[in-house]
């Protein structure tokens, strides 16, 4: 033990390393395709994120914060609906072991894509005034025209990027995402420049919707023969039938997680006004970039690794423990800055009026913090089929984050005590699913 000790402090800046403990090991890290896939999938999403910040000054000039609060409903509307846009079926067609059965899924995600976009555009028709007054926001009714399209677009782009990261195709996804970081922007300035209302932030909204999914659908189909392979009825309803796990358990543990998300904007809708949603939104897209920038590289590979190495050995442990690592250290960084500076940073980058918007950030960053770390590691639930337990969870986030925003909104609270007890709560939540997560990282052949 001692001469480790006398080791370590030889060399203190290696073990601050989350990978490894020496040079050479380190280098033959950084030549392996699971660095290397990573790197991809961070540049892309480097550049949208740097995209997105230099953006954000002048766009949050340009639209006041009651634009940017029916945005953030409209956004939490279609993040609902879409949950059931394939029914989550979309996990088959890169857990499938040969490709034959994987475009069999994807035929079957398309097609309840389809289904659901259809529905969705019935329950808009019928009860869009109903939605409009129960959340507080008239301005929004217009504007729940184009949730089916939101919701079919959405949904066909995550079909195509999971089949994509089965495919391997890194460079398609970086390049689609680089794409987007650099139109998205554009359109929401230029026309906000032009038009001073909220109609340059949705056709930018759209935008990003439409335009990936028919870039992937288009390579993706012509590489691999995806729109004309492949569609047999009779198999695509057996592969549905054998796959039922996955509405019966992954989908409602999935739209109580989604829920959840959205539940503040929700309730601070319902119970104070748009602007104030703006306001909570800025945080949250701030302090959500961390989190995309990293996990999203992240989560693509650890999910194929993962999966590859479950599949091949009975245990994904090694992949999982380096991935805990590497998020353990990075998730410092950006919770000190906000800690410490939040309020201020917000005022300086966004204007004062926007300050609010720091405050929330310094409550919420424990969260969002042990989310960076939990959402790449959760996936092992899926990995070893633990979807019961993984929507226990999930009902107790709803009902638990229910509780209190509506107790304490119901007592006139104030809004940081309000988002302080619901920080609090989820961290302690992604406590135990680290936890759990390990546990199932290794194969339970007690049963076998």
């Not at 699971?34 to 790197?39: E, T």
């Not at 088959?92 to 894509?113: F, G, M, P, Q, Y």
């Not at 959405?154 to 650099?182: C, D, F, H, P, W």
């Not at 939104?281 to 993962?306: D, S």
Request: hydrophobic content about 50%; overall charge positive.
């Amino acid at each position: 033990m001692g001469q480790v000790q006398k080791q370590a402090c030889q060399h203190p800046g290696l073990t601050r390393s989350p990978l490894k403990t020496n040079s050479v090991q380190l280098k033959s890290i950084i030549r392996n395709d699971y660095f290397k896939n990573v790197f991809k999938l961070a540049t892309g999403s480097t550049i949208a994120q740097v995209m997105a910040i230099v953006s954000a000054p002048i766009t949050y000039r340009i639209y006041s914060k009651e634009h940017y609060g029916t945005l953030g409903l409209y956004m939490a509307i279609v993040g609902t609906i879409g949950v059931f846009s394939t029914l989550q079926y979309n996990q088959t067609i890169l857990l499938e072991k040969n490709d034959t059965d994987s475009h069999v899924a994807l035929w079957l995600n398309r097609l309840l894509n389809i289904g659901i976009s259809l529905f969705s555009l019935l329950l808009v028709l019928l009860l869009g005034d109903f939605i409009c007054s129960l959340l507080n926001n008239e301005s929004l009714k217009p504007w729940l025209l184009l949730v089916p399209i939101s919701v079919f677009f959405n949904g066909q782009n995550e079909i195509m990027r999971v089949y994509a990261n089965r495919k391997k195709e890194y460079n398609l996804l970086t390049t689609n995402t680089v794409l987007i970081s650099l139109l998205v922007p554009f359109l929401s300035i230029s026309i906000g420049l032009v038009r001073n209302d909220i109609l340059g932030l949705f056709i930018a909204l759209l935008a990003s919707q439409v335009l990936p999914s028919v870039i992937l659908l288009f390579v993706l189909g012509k590489r691999y023969g995806i729109n004309s392979r492949h569609f047999d009825f009779s198999i695509i309803k057996k592969l549905a039938k054998k796959n039922w796990r996955y509405p019966a358990f992954v989908l409602p543990s999935e739209f109580i997680n989604n829920f959840t998300n959205q539940l503040p904007v929700f309730m601070i809708s319902r119970y104070l006004n748009p602007g104030m949603v703006g306001v909570y939104n800025l945080c949250t897209r701030m302090l959500a970039m961390p989190i995309n920038l990293i996990t999203g590289a992240i989560t693509e590979v650890f999910k194929q690794n993962a999966s590859e190495e479950y599949h091949a050995t009975g245990s994904c442990r090694p992949v999982f423990i380096k991935t805990l690592k590497l998020l353990s250290v990075i998730a410092i960084i950006p919770t000190l800055v906000i800690l410490f500076t939040g309020p201020d940073l917000f005022a300086f980058v966004f204007g004062n009026e926007w300050r609010m918007a720091g405050e929330f950030a310094r409550i919420l960053i424990i969260m969002f913090a042990g989310k960076l770390i939990v959402s790449p590691l959760s996936y092992t639930f899926f990995i070893a089929h633990k979807m019961m337990e993984d929507f226990i969870w999930h009902v107790w986030m709803l009902v638990s984050n229910l509780f209190i925003f509506w107790f304490m909104f119901s007592l006139e609270y104030p809004i940081n005590s309000v988002l302080l007890a619901f920080a609090l709560n989820y961290a302690s939540i992604y406590l135990i699913y680290i936890f759990r997560s390990y546990n199932f990282s290794v194969q339970d052949k007690s049963h076998l």
